[in-house]
């Protein structure tokens, strides 16, 4: 059974940055596509960045240009590098695969 377990979050001030982490319990390469949610309270969840086995990636609108999403497939380990953060980037992160198993999610608070 897949499972993800996230890392990496914690508290930055704005302009900061911070790098997550999604460790897989099995082979990345068996998975086709992975990707990174967030949902800020009060918030629907929202799509961050996805990536597929061969590299294709794609970012929600708000993100494009700071964050940057990896695979590691030897490690078997996703990331998300965080660049330029701002206090709208405030939630909970969570890994996700193409078939739909979720991390416990990691908690990102842009604050002064």
């Known amino acids: 059974q897949v499972q993800l377990v996230e890392s990496g979050g914690g508290l930055v001030q704005p302009g900061g940055s911070l790098r997550l982490s999604c460790a897989v319990s099995?082979?990345?390469?068996?998975?086709?596509?992975m990707g990174w949610y967030r949902q800020a309270p009060g918030k629907q969840r929202e799509l961050v960045a996805a990536i597929t086995v061969d590299g294709t990636t794609k970012y929600g609108d708000s993100v494009k240009g700071r964050f940057t999403i990896s695979r590691d497939n030897a490690k078997n380990t996703m990331y998300l590098q965080m660049n330029s953060l701002k206090p709208e980037d405030t939630a909970v992160y969570y890994c996700?695969?193409?078939?739909?198993?979720w991390g416990q999610g990691t908690q990102v608070t842009v604050s002064s």
């Open positions: 099995v082979s990345i390469v068996s998975i086709s596509a």
């Open positions: 996700k695969t193409i078939d739909s198993v």
